[in-house]
């Protein structure tokens, strides 16, 4: 088990009883594991990022949130991050959507906690509206225009039951047979090209973790919008 599974169960556990004792470990911990390091990016693979947002929050320690501030300022224009020619913050050929939209997930909770809300919630707005749109096309399955038609996924690349499914189906030309409503796939390349093409996998690939901070960031925009905070 890695040590931000653990954080994330001593924040949980927080919630639930409020015993500080806790949070004194989480906090153990952040500093023992040298957490308040700059992540890469905020993903599976590195949960930095969503325990330096946890602590600002429930503290609202000047320390972590300038670590929060660090890490999310990194990825505004003009900084580190690579931008596409139509405003992706570009990480990674693989699955970039997937890393911009969980930093923009990040910065709108930052936000909601007095960490640069005007820059963060543009910052938020711009790369999920690139996603669902602005750039000329969706990238989400059955939304807006010229959606993905061939998202790297099993199942949907299936007809329906009883006929059986193999991988001749997978590998044909034709969209999905079954369309995969709301899935973010991976995103375009650095200068923003995109072919909609089930075997490209690293454009084309589904996975929890892409839409996991992508539909909460829409959430949140959405909430924004709703409250006239956006």
Known sequence: MSFEIILAQLFFLLRATQDQKYLSKAEQYYNDFAMNGKPWAFSWDDKKGGVQVLLAAITNKASYKQAVDTF??????????????????????WGP???SAN?????LVAADHG????????????????????????FVVGFGTNPPERPHHRSSSCPLSPVPCSWNDFNKPD??????YGALVGGPGKND???????DFIKNEVATDYNAGFQSAVAGLKHLSLTGKL
Do not use: C
Request: glycine share 4%; aromatic share 14%.
């Open 103 to 107: 930093t923009a997930f990040l910065a």
């Open 72 to 93: 999310i300022t990194s990825w505004l224009p003009g900084h580190e991050v690579h931008y596409t020619p139509k405003g992706l913050a570009w990480r990674d050929q």
């Open 115 to 138: 960490i640069r809300p005007t820059a963060f919630r543009n910052f938020a707005k711009q790369q999920i509206h690139y996603m669902l749109g602005d750039s000329d096309r969706s």
């Open 97 to 99: 959507n997937r890393y």
């Open 175 to 180: 969209p999905n047979p079954q369309i995969l």
């Open 193 to 199: 090209e995109y072919k909609d093409d089930r075997t």
